[in-house]
């Protein structure tokens, strides 16, 4: 699938912490005062000292980019760099930044070279390659990086230095419209010819007409493809600012030309009728270009980012760009240049707070013009030296910003990070922290563990809260279950719902590709490791091994203190078979006494490593007989799982072995039983507390540890004992990108290595406390291999909280360990077939044909037959008669959870539902049970609790659409569908009750609730989480397309019917009364028309024809039961809350009479002739399928509400 709206999502710039004053360069360079402030229109220059350099540049923005926007740098797929500030003839500056990106290597793009230009062909560039089907589902970069210094005099105070980084993604902030110009043409305005020198050969006056000749072209062009050139704003190139004001006004004369309006201005008086221009379009100049000038006239010419400083500064001198349309001219000497528009998508306040461009400025450091020229003499004089070494002060430098460190003997040069010098002034490593992606998810585990807790007693509450988050996630829909891990991990979930890996790598990985194919991926709930709790992503196509694993997690939590790991350092074997061995003594002697050297020359093959802190630690010789041994070669491989590191070293060394040995080499090759790689993961568990199913705990732990003695005793059931293990283990190493066939032979060999196969895991029972113990040897990574392949592993591992090697591999074996309690516990007290054989109940329907919304149905269906094979899933499939319409049928500030909880009994349903809802409440964390009587509650459900709930449901049973068959829904799809729509009109009317204006501006703007009392903002807030889990639920059960748009128009009409009500009271107080137009709101509060249009989903054959009959019919009877209610409710109220009676009183100004029976009665007299019209309607149209409606209506109104007459 192609992606949509690519564009920019999100930019950031650097510039140098230095800057000159224009004002004071005018009086040093002895000038007229205003020559560059007023004749240029500048006010600042910043430029760099001899430690900084474009790469520099290019190094912070591309960091502060990543790290502010937590952009994990294993999803970038491309990165183009512009500039014309070149540091070597060959080597760019695209390279120098991949040591940003650690081992995704494989990042498309180059350097792009073409004066002020460059920047924008990267952006093209990238566009391109994303709407291309070369993209593999990455996102882009966009660097533009330079420095502008010019020879002493005039022109000198035209230079800037600075960089712009740009994240190219779909559906983003900024998206390039598709229609566009270029113009381009062969001119000698600015080039640099000389390598000697970085000044440039200028012909100033060539250079503007060159300019202005290409906004003409491209205005010119754009127009004849497409006549519409409103702006609400305009980005320039910007050599100075003057040179943006005459392009301004150029481009409105070329408007008037094109457009052939008469202005009186011309091509040939353009020079002389400026000022006049100036004024005529000084508004416009003003409010759509001068805002983009911000940074042109505090930084001058940044070269290829000039034009995106300008975009820049209209984020920060606008409160929002949204759905603003912006025209972009970009120029480059030479000469290239290109028209664009850019359409604002997305609100840039956010974008705006990230980039702190107020007060990054206010922090910079004025140098004097003296200091100054000084500098620029010095930079003249070591142009292009090598050998040369930087020292730069602590001022000099914001933190966090990259600098030069020398320059060697060879031009190579050495960068580092300024902050670094704080910590450590030797070390030069640079390394990306993954870490600030994970903030958000710090922050909800800060929220709900107590830190400083040790005891048993406040790890187990904080698990507790924690496990509230997800309570009855196996309940909600797939779209709920992404929603809950966006808000609650802060995680990119769109990978989630393809697979992240796209054909293009997929093509890349192996070989003779022909596609891909997917495992299905869940999340293995309620561990606690190490007093940590942990949402464990699986990926595993058998069915009940994730909800096992869950539960495992959930009883050893609860009975325990969960799981305890620990585990060794990451170091792996690596093995040189020597041959033709004659004296192994000797060989062994060899070794040993070279040993260092032998550590030495290997980690020449991996000096990355070894500033890591890893690399090669011991070589050992074993004697293998027959003439052979083994070198064994020990590496720490830190983050990584190792394999082709170990293997690389072992072919560098290889030849020195050979040196010292005299021996034939056979193979080179790492070895998967890593036993100095090994994990342990262990619970302690209360007797007590291990109640399973009907038996106490003592008995579960005697048949559990009986099933484990069988597993020792048997190879044949410990292979299958060993299965329940790799179950958990394999699963989560397949979620994270690693090599499950490596860790499975490691298992396998350890199970085997004294001679017999045993049980990897061990139980036993010591002074009443069941004891789980499961010790392996486990080769996992967080950096490398595959993961960089497929930004869907990125998100995973940030659930994990971006685990060390170390780290995952204890969570992994924890899993497995939880898979082999779970799978134990079923065989020895139920049988695994049970509960194994309802989850694999849903494989068959899926494989039988049946459609999603109806695969629960015919679950329950083969349960109660206690038949699960594809025959009975197609008898289930005949008896809803959908066999031929199955082709047919193919979502800084730390932000706390809130949860509300509700177990809904439905009288004359015999049905239950729960509901469990988590959702983000401003910074209040709040959980709450619909059954609660507190005060909160009271304000947000006023006082219709649980028993006007039964009531309700009761009454509502009695009028409803007669089922046609058996049904056997065991997601109670119904009921909740009417409850949920029930609880958001309750909440809608009540917010709306509480303070109309927020909840309206909340309602139909999405804007947050500034302000308020908390019970606003938490109903608010659960409202819309409702009418999200609403949609869910009928996009994922609900096979016919009319029904699912009828339900949610009609949701929508029962919300806006609400507000037009109020809307309607309020102009009511200043005298304007419409009585048709208030009854037509009033009547949805009711919502008889979502409960009949609910009853639908029981039809066998349903019509779209029947949704118009059931609006009508819903509509007479809402009507019906507004008169009746609204009377009934009547006791000489006011306009303080909706009432069709009083309304009606007030109009016609009889409010004191309320109570007469005459009036009363003349108030039925005229709204019971449009009642009767439509019944008239109603009775012409209605099928025998609902005739019996209408009179059960009123049987149920009369029994609800008590009429008044």
């Known amino acids: ?320 760009l949204i759905n603003k349309r912006i025209m972009m001219f970009s120029y480059g000497s030479g000469c290239a240049a290109s028209l664009f528009f850019l359409k604002c998508n997305k609100s840039t306040r956010i974008m705006k707070q990230k980039m702190n461009l107020q007060e990054r400025l206010q922090q910079r450091i004025r140098i004097s013009c003296i200091e100054y020229d000084h500098i620029m003499q010095q930079r003249e004089i070591n142009y292009n030296k090598h050998s040369q070494q930087y020292q730069p002060k602590q001022v000099d430098l914001y933190p ?23 910590l450590n002034q030797t070390s030069d490593i640079i390394v990306i922290d993954n870490s600030k992606s994970i903030n958000k998810i710090q922050q909800i585990r800060d929220q709900i563990t107590n830190n400083n807790s040790t005891n048993d007693q406040n790890t187990q509450q904080s698990q507790k809260q924690y496990n509230q988050l997800w309570t009855g996630f196996y309940k909600k829909t797939i779209q709920q279950r992404l929603d809950q891990l966006e808000k609650t991990m802060n995680v990119n979930v769109e990978p989630f719902k393809d697979g992240g890996l796209s054909l293009q790598n997929a093509n890349l990985m192996v070989e003779n590709c022909i596609g891909k194919i997917s495992y299905p991926l869940g999340l293995g709930l309620n561990f606690l490791i190490n007093g940590q709790c942990y949402s464990v992503p699986m990926a595993i196509e058998e069915p009940s091994v994730i909800a096992a694993a869950s539960a495992a997690a959930k009883t050893i939590s609860e009975a325990g203190i969960g799981f305890q790991t620990y585990s060794s350092r990451p170091v792996m074997m690596g093995q040189i078979q020597l041959l033709d061995i004659q004296n192994f003594s000797k060989i062994e002697c060899l070794i040993d006494s070279n040993r260092q050297t032998i550590i030495n020359r290997g980690n020449q093959a991996c000096q990355s490593m070894v500033k890591r802190g890893g690399g090669i630690e011991d070589v050992k010789c074993r004697n293998l007989n027959k003439g052979q041994c083994s070198v064994d070669i020990f590496i720490n491989v830190c983050d990584s799982m190792g394999a082709n590191l170990v293997n690389t070293v072992l072919e560098f060394v290889a030849p020195l072995i050979t040196e010292i040995t005299g021996s034939r080499i056979g193979i080179k090759i790492l070895t998967n039983l890593c036993m100095n790689r090994k994990v342990t993961a262990q619970f302690s568990l209360d007797i007590d507390k291990l109640n399973y199913k009907s038996l106490n705990g003592k008995e579960v732990a005697k048949l559990m540890l009986e099933a484990y003695q069988f597993a020792e005793l048997d190879i044949y059931r410990a292979v299958t004992h060993n299965k329940g293990i790799i179950n958990g283990i394999e699963a989560v190493c397949n979620a994270t990108g690693q090599d499950a066939r490596a860790v499975n032979a490691s298992l396998h060999g350890y199970a085997s290595i004294n001679g017999q196969y045993k049980p990897l895991s061990s139980y036993k029972i010591i002074d009443n406390k069941f004891i789980g113990e499961l010790t392996v040897p486990i080769s996992v990574g967080t950096q490398g291999g595959v993961l960089p392949q497929n930004p869907l592993y990125s998100q995973i591992l940030q659930i994990l909280d971006y685990p060390d090697s170390q780290k995952l591999a204890e969570i992994i074996v924890s899993v497995g360990l939880a898979s082999n309690f779970a799978a134990l516990r079923a065989l020895a007290v139920e049988g695994i077939q049970k509960g194994h054989m309802t989850l694999h109940a849903r494989n068959i329907a899926i494989a039988s044909g049946i459609p999603e919304h109806l695969v629960d149905e015919a679950v329950l269906f083969m349960k109660n037959r206690n038949n699960f094979n594809k025959q009975t899933a197609l008898e289930f499939l005949k008896a809803y008669n959908v066999f031929f319409e199955i082709g047919k049928a193919k979502g800084k500030q730390m932000k706390a959870f809130c949860t509300f909880t509700g177990c809904f009994d439905l009288i004359g349903t015999q049905e239950k539902v729960d509901l469990h809802v988590v959702f983000e409440c401003d910074q209040n964390k709040i959980n709450l049970n619909y059954a609660d009587d507190s005060a909160i509650n009271r304000q947000i459900f006023g006082l219709k609790g649980q028993e006007w709930l039964k009531n309700l449901f009761s009454v509502l049973n009695t009028v409803k659409i007669n089922k046609e068959v058996e049904l056997y829904q065991s997601n109670n799809l119904t009921s909740k569908l009417k409850l949920l729509a029930i609880l958001i009109n309750l909440l809608c009317f009540n917010m709306l009750s509480l303070d109309f204006d927020r909840s309206k501006n909340f309602i139909l703007n999405q804007k947050p609730c500034l302000g308020g009392a908390i019970s606003l903002k938490y109903g608010l807030s659960l409202m819309n989480e409702l009418i999200h889990i609403f949609e869910y639920n009928i996009d994922q059960f609900i096979g016919f397309p009319q029904l699912r748009q009828a339900l949610m128009t009609e949701l929508n009409n029962i919300i806006l019917a609400h507000i037009k009500s109020f809307e309607l009271l309020q102009q009511a107080k200043q005298g304007y009364f419409n009585c048709d137009e208030f009854l037509s709101s009033r009547q949805k509060r009711l919502c008889c028309t979502m409960m009949l249009l609910c009853d639908c989903i029981s039809l066998k054959n349903f019509s779209p024809s029947i949704i118009e009959e059931i609006k009508l019919l819903g509509r007479v009877i809402e009507i019906q039961m507004t008169l009746t209610r609204d009377t009934q409710k009547w006791n000489k109220s006011t306009l303080s809350e909706p009432n069709m009676y009083t309304y009606w009183l007030i109009a016609n100004q009889k409010l004191i009479l309320g109570d007469n029976k005459d009036i009363l009665t003349s108030f039925y007299n005229e709204h019971n002739r449009l009642l009767l019209s439509l019944i008239q309607e109603l009775e012409k149209n209605i099928s025998h399928q609902l005739s019996h409606l209408k009179d059960q209506a009123m049987n149920a109104i009369q029994l609800f509400y008590k009429p008044r007459l």
């Open 1 to 320: 699938m192609k992606p949509i709206n690519v564009g920019i999502e999100a930019i950031e710039i650097y510039f140098p912490k230095t800057y000159v004053n224009q004002a004071e360069l005018e009086l040093f360079d002895n000038v007229s005062q205003g020559k560059y402030t007023i004749g240029l229109g500048q006010i600042n220059m910043a430029f760099v000292r001899s430690f900084e350099d474009v790469n520099t540049m290019a190094l912070t923005v591309v960091t502060n980019l990543l790290e502010k926007n937590q952009i994990n740098p294993a999803l970038i797929g491309r990165l183009e760099v512009g500039t014309e500030s070149l540091l070597d003839k060959s080597k760019s500056t695209k390279t120098t930044l991949m040591r940003l990106f650690g081992e995704n290597t494989n990042i498309e793009g180059v350097t792009s070279i073409n004066a002020c230009y460059g920047g924008t062909n990267a952006l093209f560039n990238t566009i391109n390659w994303m709407q291309s089907d070369a993209w593999d589902g990455r996102l882009g970069l966009v660097v533009c990086t330079d420095i502008a210094v010019y020879a002493k005099g005039s022109a000198r105070t035209t230079g800037g230095a600075g960089a712009v980084a740009m994240l190219i993604a779909p559906n983003a902030t900024f998206t390039l419209e598709t229609i566009r110009t270029t113009y381009m043409k062969d001119n000698y305005d600015f080039y640099k010819p000389n390598f000697q020198s970085e000044y440039p050969t200028v012909d100033g006056q060539l250079s503007i007409q060159s300019y202005l000749s290409s906004i003409d072209n491209c205005i010119q062009q754009y127009f004849k493809k497409n006549n519409n050139l409103d702006a609400d704003f305009y980005c320039f190139h910007s050599p100075f600012h003057k040179m943006v004001q005459k392009s301004f006004l150029r481009v409105k004369l070329n408007e008037s030309f094109v457009q052939k309006v008469e202005t009186g201005f011309t091509f040939q008086n353009f020079n002389e009728k400026q000022s006049q221009m100036l004024k005529f379009y000084q508004n416009d100049w003003l409010n759509k270009a001068f805002p983009s000038c911000l940074l042109s006239r505090e930084l001058g010419n940044i070269y290829t980012g000039a034009l995106y400083a300008g975009l820049i500064s209209l984020i920060d001198t606008q409160e929002d």
């Open 400 to 422: 966090g910003t990259f600098y030069l460190k020398s320059i060697d003997d060879k031009y190579r040069r050495e960068y580092l990070v300024h902050k670094q010098l704080e």
